[in-house]
Each structure stands twice: as C-alpha cells, then as structure tokens.
C-alpha cells in the first residue's frame, strides 16, 4: 500500500525520552508510531490509560550510538586502500611490458578500486540514522570481525605498495615475471574482498546478545517492508505483524531461534528482491508469491498450526529433513514447493 510522509512538533524533552526509550526496546521512532497507528486504527481507542497529572524530568539525551567510530574506521580503510592503488597505478611506467604487469594495472585501476568503492557505498545506508535501531538488534562482534578483515586487506595492499613502487622505479629491464608474485598478492586481496560478503550476510542475519522479542522482530519486518509497493504484500505483513505481537512472546527459545535464523531471514531476503524488482520497473508478480510463501511458513510456524506444528511437536528426523528441504526450496536453492501443508 502506499505509505504518506507525517510530520508533527513535539517537545525536545519529549523527544529524547521517547528516543531513548524506543533505543531500549530496540525500536526506530517510526516504528513505534506505526504499532501505535496500527494498534488505534484497528481498536477505535487509545491503547493505553490516559490520567492527568503525569509528567516528570526528561530523562538524559540517549548516549553516543556505538556504530559512528566503526563507519570512520570502515571509510578510513577503504580511503587508505584506495591511496594505495593509486600510488601503485600511477607508478607503473609504461616502459615495462609483460602481461604480469598489466595484470597489476588492471587490478589497480580498476578491480580493487571497484570492490573498495562498493564496501564504502554499501556502509553508508547501513550506518544512516534510519537504521541506528536496527543496527543495535545486530550482533556488533561480528561487524568488528567485518572490519577487521578489511583492515588486513588494507594491509596486504600497503605492503605491496612499499615493495612495489620502488622496485617498478629501479626497474632498467630485463625479466619482467618478477612482477609476478605482486600480482599474485593483489589478486589474493581481491579474493579477499570476495570473502567479505558472507561475513556482512552474518552480520545482517545475526541477534545482539540479549535482545529479541516480538517487538524486535516487528522491527526486522518493518524494516524489510520499507519503500516497498506491493499492496497484498504489506496487507500479508500487517497480518503477520499482528500475529507476532500476540503470540511470539510465548514460543519456546528453540522455535524463536529457529525462525529468526532460518523462516524470517528468508523473507528478508525476498523482500529485498521484490523491492529491487520494483524499483528496476521488472513484473513484481514472481518475487512477490515467493514472499506471500515465506509469509505463509512464518505465519504456521508462530501460529503452530498445520505440519508446522507437527514438526515442532515431534521434533523427528524427517520432519527436520522435510524443513530443511522446504527452506532450500524457498531460497531457490533446490527444486521444489516450499509451502508448508495447510
């Protein structure tokens, strides 16, 4: 359905409570104020008792959120990367030949570059303050893992540059495949880069220790659903948004685990498709039945009906087989329905 831009003055004091609070609960301010909508638009009334007298000292302004030092750190390496390549592009003399030469010019000027640019584009929206509320749901260790492993990218092409660029400067002919090996240490760091992308699914995927809830997976829903267009698609989550805040509370831990880890980040992940199929101006029509059917299984897995129930009740090996199948089915990993049975 089509979503509407609101805009309404508040007390600053009022302001940060509500911020701090909403921070607490894992929640963004937008959020919040679309359970409330939702909640009065659906019960005619006001969800809460409202009495006169109330009132207090506004608490402290919300600290510092941890995540502004990790996207400095995370722009100054891709900064210091970039430096490196272009040191080391610039430096090659168009005098020696060979084709290990051109491969480092190649990687230089264009691969590595490309791949430090994306990691640095990508981190923008992650870190906009949208997704402050989002990104205190994640697990930041593995974030710190993520940059960490950029740092020794940085590293390994700083190392090559102090080598390299002087040796290309003393290079008066001869065997050029003593180049080789630098092109070999460049071409690992572009693997590397390769290998970031299953850190940052990880990441994106994970639950801070601690927290979770039906509150926050409403958010992971909210969040998912944001600027999509799909009418009976966001009908299908309000339902199901409306399921997890009256029942997910009371799942055991081994079935919340279980759907956050698997059935939720499936939908996620149509989600995202969907909306980028929107966006391209692509026919929605298949995307979208793949998350109606990611939307179905969360929806029997909450609500413990139909074979979901059974698996959970039963917990045998071929029920489990049976999910996993189902699951590889939905991500398009293997043939198949991936529809539970009604």
Known sequence: MPQVMVNFRMD???KKSMELACKEMGLSMTAAFTIFATKVGREKRIPFEITAGQ???APPPPAEPPDGPRLE??????????RSLTRIHTAIPASIPGLSIERIRLLCGDELKDKAAAVSGAARPLFSGRNTAVLREKDLTVLDQYLD??????????????????AMKA???????????????????????DGLQPLMERFLRSSAPGRGGALSVQARLLQAAAGLETDYVLAALEDLESLVLRQYDALDGQTRARLESYYLQTLELALQELGREEREGQDPAGKAALCLRAVNVLSQVISGGGRAQRELRGRSLEAEVTALERLAALRGDAPGSAGPEP
């Open 149 to 166: 492993s950029l740092a020794a990218i940085a590293e390994d092409i700083w190392s090559v540059e102090r080598v390299l660029v002087p």
């Open 73 to 82: 750190r995370l722009e100054t390496l891709c900064a210091e990367i970039r």
């Open 55 to 57: 009132g207090g000292p």
């Open 12 to 14: 600053e004091s009022v």
């Open 171 to 193: 290079w008066t002919g001869g065997d050029d495949g003593l180049f080789a090996p630098y092109g070999e240490q460049l071409a690992s760091a572009s693997r590397a880069f």
